[in-house]
């Protein structure tokens, strides 16, 4: 065992936590925050908040303006938009839970390894995280999902095997700090394999840096999942994904503005609340913003 | 004295959101001479030599007088203190590293000072700048005009420095740890460089350090500050016979070539230093 | 002598690096390529064909070899600049390529010059009043920029600016009245129209133009004030800002000739990459406003699933991102005067 001292354990718990006041200080974070947890509690009470069915047609009611026992009006096959946003909240949910927990094993790993063992396999793996660094993330992924066929978990897939070379690299970075460390030369003379050192002493040192980064590209992963939605590459219909709305609204916005523009709204309000939640995370972990306020 | 450059009186300096004053009640006058200010770090003596120039956006600076030649320095706009800065005062920094543009060619940033104060051709500047430069003896100002910072050595790059600071001729210059940041080799030859030229040129000079022996050996006077406190007010030549314990601990605290191998006095730092300079 | 050798050996090297990334790129796109589920065989001869047909198509393309071998093929191909025939449009997808390119260049042209005519300055004023209120101002400008799905604000710019208002053109290059009367020479528009000496086209194009290329502009000046903000930031901490006021420059001198003049090389470098960051955004856009370049050529093949096509379009960027990469890393050797 790696005999980390039992007064380590709260650390992590205390830095959380004046990580978190630091944020809720500053309004833009804090507003960050606030429409993150609004989207989780939508996501989690999706049936309660939800007026209607989302795929319950009623074509007395096609296109119908805004008002009138629909909040957000409805749309082309006369279903709730109001309703089917908030059950897109689960989907854009679910997108980002499953991206992160594809991009970050993946990126630690290749981080990692190839930070910790160097020479010959370090440059082999950087070379291929330089080759998926040379595209822009959106059409990278709207490749491989061209080639694994247009659906909303190979959007997913598609965007995890865009989104990780970043985390890789930051993950590199900080092993590279700390693999000349007394502690990992002391359990590499105890005998510990170099497998054991990276999954027990290197990883969980780079752990809280790779959350941080994730966060921030949670913005990007929510832009291009939207885009391939609105490609028609990601969640097909009728599943009430919010770029895949925008997609279909697209047909009738002149006439009926409300088709695009809620979704669009939402998906604006919560790539803006990843990207001012990261902002605040990036003074709160910069020691020299810290000790100014 | 007669015909001041510089009055001072009861200059007081704080930081925004500091509790307590940087410098406190600190007082002189300087003529055409060579003064010293001396002081640990720390001590509020950099801080009197950006405020002379009005350079501390972040603090409040008050004084009962604070007159530069025909100028009040408190009431001056900060228009008029452009024209004042470079042209009348000016500041040697202390290191060539960091006070030298790393972009811009060394000659140009000399030329820079006579362009904003003198309406000049670009060549004759470069004549002026030419001059400059030898006369801070550079030996080859042609080849040295066209190079950066980086090619340079620290000890010419002060030497540069002094001939930015000098160029338009100005009344007073404050010398901010002047050459703390050279190697040990050439300070003497820098500082004789400066001596020579404010000697020639009857300028002013305020030199800030922390070297008690540098200062006793190139001013004609001496302030030693304390806390932000102006503790004692000596002539160079009277050091040996400074009244108050902290100049005294701070004489004793000099290592001396040939002297008791003893270990050297630990300095005395006492608060009641702070208040007593105060009549 | 020995530095000449240590600068040859670092060129090879860095040549060497680059010829690696393009192998591994052509990899890429082939791996791509051959998990498309479109059947490329089908696609050239029809549903009807006969099995007979259908097995010589299958040979003479090759797939029946194993799959290094066919990589070996494709990688001769490519650089032998064949890089197979369109299914869509029958024509060579290099040719298609270089008939759209010129729409998206002109489109992301002016982008850039939005996105650093606004970013630039922000990014400065951002700067120069760290913590106050223009800085948060700028900062929440900026963010929003780059959090908005550029699709979607390209639908409601086009409701409210060229619906409602009538301010701008609506979707393509130009009016559809004008299409076809000027000659395509250089096949950027605001060019050909000129030669052609019709201002009429000049001033439709203009104005079908501006609307996408500010929301692109838009959306890469936050990356562009983001970064200048910070490059700046970074110099006015320096001592040479005292030095310079010391000499008399006004505060407003010494931001500009100092400490912004310092940071230009930076400036063209962040440019070069936000330049081909454009793409991705063009992508998008060129799908809301029907701007036939680049992007919708991609999007277009994508849907139909041609093989070829999306192979060499993935294959382009790729490779404009490494060019981009190279040049900004030259530009700022060739400028920066302590690199030398």
């Known amino acids: 065992m790696t005999a980390l001292p039992a007064s380590r354990l709260p650390a992590p718990l205390l830095a959380a936590r004046n990580i978190l006041t630091f944020l809720l200080r500053s309004p833009t974070s804090a507003f960050g925050l606030l429409v993150l947890s609004i989207l989780i509690l939508t996501a989690a009470f999706a049936p309660w908040i939800a007026t209607h069915d989302p795929y319950a047609q009623d074509l007395n009611n096609v296109l119908q303006a805004p008002g009138n026992g629909h909040l957000f009006g409805a749309d082309e096959l006369g279903r709730d938009i109001f309703s089917r946003l908030v059950w897109g909240a689960r989907i854009t949910l679910t997108i980002i839970f499953l991206v992160s927990i594809v991009v970050g094993p993946i990126g630690l790993i290749v981080g990692t390894t190839s930070g910790y063992l160097g020479g010959r396999i370090d440059t082999v793996m950087m070379r291929i995280t330089d080759i998926f660094l040379s595209f822009p993330s959106l059409i990278l992924s709207l490749a491989f999902v061209a080639a694994l066929g247009p659906s909303l978990n190979n959007a997913i897939i598609a965007i995890g095997l865009t989104a990780w070379p970043p985390i890789a690299r930051l993950a590199r970075a900080e092993t590279m700090t700390f693999r000349k460390a007394d502690y990992i030369a002391a359990a590499r003379l105890q005998g510990a394999s170099p497998l054991r050192i990276i999954v027990k002493s290197i990883m969980p040192m780079c752990l809280p840096s790779v959350l941080i980064r994730l966060t921030l590209n949670m913005a990007t992963v929510i832009l291009t999942a939207a885009g391939l939605g609105f490609l028609g590459l990601g969640a097909q219909p009728p599943l009430p994904e919010w770029g895949a709305m925008i997609a279909t609204g697209r047909r009738y916005m002149i006439d009926s503005w409300w088709l695009v523009t809620f979704p669009g709204l939402s998906i604006l309000c919560v790539s803006l609340a990843f990207n001012l939640l990261g902002d605040g995370l990036r003074d709160a972990l910069d020691p020299k913003q810290m000790n100014r306020r | 004295m007669e015909n001041p450059i510089l009055e001072v009186k009861n200059l007081c300096i704080r930081y925004n959101g500091a509790p307590t004053d940087a410098v406190r009640d600190v007082s002189f006058t300087l003529g055409r001479e060579r003064l010293g200010i001396v002081g640990e770090s720390g001590s509020g003596k950099s801080t009197v030599g950006r405020a002379l120039l009005r350079l501390l956006p972040s603090a409040q600076v008050t004084a009962e007088k604070l007159r530069f030649e025909d100028l009040d320095l408190l009431n001056l706009s900060e228009a008029q203190m452009l024209k004042v800065r470079g042209r009348r005062m000016s500041m040697i920094l202390q290191d060539p590293k960091f006070s030298l543009n790393p972009i811009q060619r060394v000659g140009h940033q000399v030329a820079e000072t006579l362009l904003r104060h003198f309406p000049v051709s670009k060549s004759d500047a470069r004549v002026k700048t030419l001059e400059m430069l030898a006369a801070v003896k550079i030996r080859d100002p042609e080849r040295v005009h066209d190079l950066y910072p980086h090619e340079i050595s620290g000890g010419m790059g002060q030497r540069v420095m002094i001939a930015m600071m000098l160029l338009a001729d100005p009344d007073l210059v404050i010398a901010d ?84 191998r003893a270990p050297l006095a630990v300095l005395d730092r006492r608060p009641e230093w702070k208040e007593e300079a105060r009549t | 002598m020995s530095i000449s050798r240590m600068r040859l050996r670092g060129a090879l090297g860095q040549a060497g690096t680059i010829a690696v990334t393009l192998l591994g790129l052509l990899l890429l796109t082939f791996v791509i390529g051959r998990m498309m589920p479109a059947d490329p065989v089908r696609a050239i001869v029809g549903e009807e064909a006969s099995p007979e047909i259908y097995q010589q198509v299958f040979q003479q393309l090759g797939l029946d070899r194993p799959l290094w071998e066919q990589f070996l093929r494709y990688l001769g191909d490519v650089l032998t600049g064949d890089f197979g025939t369109s299914i869509r449009t029958g024509k060579p997808v290099i040719e298609d390529i270089l008939h759209v390119m010129p729409a998206t260049i002109e489109l992301a042209t002016f982008a850039i010059l939005i996105g650093a005519g606004l970013g630039i300055p922000l990014g400065v004023t951002a700067a120069v009043n760290k913590d106050r209120w223009p800085d948060h101002l700028v900062r929440v400008f ?199």
């Open chain 3, 142 to 340: 900026s963010l929003f920029g780059h959090s908005m799905p550029i699709f979607w604000t390209g639908m409601i710019a086009l409701i409210v600016f060229y619906a409602h208002l009538g301010w701008v053109g609506g979707s393509g290059r130009m009016s559809q009245f004008y299409i076809g009367m000027v000659p395509d020479v250089t096949g950027f528009l605001l060019i050909d129209s000129l030669i052609a000496g019709e201002m009429d086209v000049f001033a439709s194009a203009v104005n079908h133009l501006i609307l996408p290329a500010a929301l692109l502009g838009y959306s890469s000046s936050a990356y562009i004030t983001r970064m200048t903000r910070s490059f700046m930031l970074d110099q006015l901490g320096q001592e040479y800002m005292v030095t310079a006021r010391v000499k008399g420059l006004s505060r407003r001198q010494t931001i500009w000739r100092h400490a912004f003049g310092n940071i230009r090389v930076q400036l063209v470098t962040i440019i070069a990459l936000a330049y081909g960051g454009l793409l991705e955004g063009a992508v998008l856009i060129e799908t809301v406003f029907a701007w036939p370049g680049f992007g919708q050529y991609l999007t277009n093949n994508l849907i139909i699933g041609d093989m070829n096509a999306v192979m060499t379009c993935v294959l382009i960027v790729g490779v404009i991102f490494i060019a981009l990469n190279l040049l900004s890393d030259l530009l700022y050797r060739l400028f920066d005067p302590r690199t030398k």
């Open chain 2, 177 to 260: 740890e002047p050459t703390s940041a050279l190697d040990v080799t050439v300070r003497l030859q820098v500082l004789n460089i400066l001596d020579g030229l404010v000697r020639d040129r009857g300028i002013g000079l305020i030199m800030i350090s922390h070297d008690l022996n540098l200062v006793r050996n190139f001013c004609d006077r001496v302030l030693i500050m304390y806390a932000g406190r102006v503790v004692e007010t000596l002539n160079a030549r009277d050091m040996d016979h400074a009244q108050h314990p902290y100049t005294r601990g701070l004489l004793a605290a000099q290592p001396r070539i040939g002297g008791s």
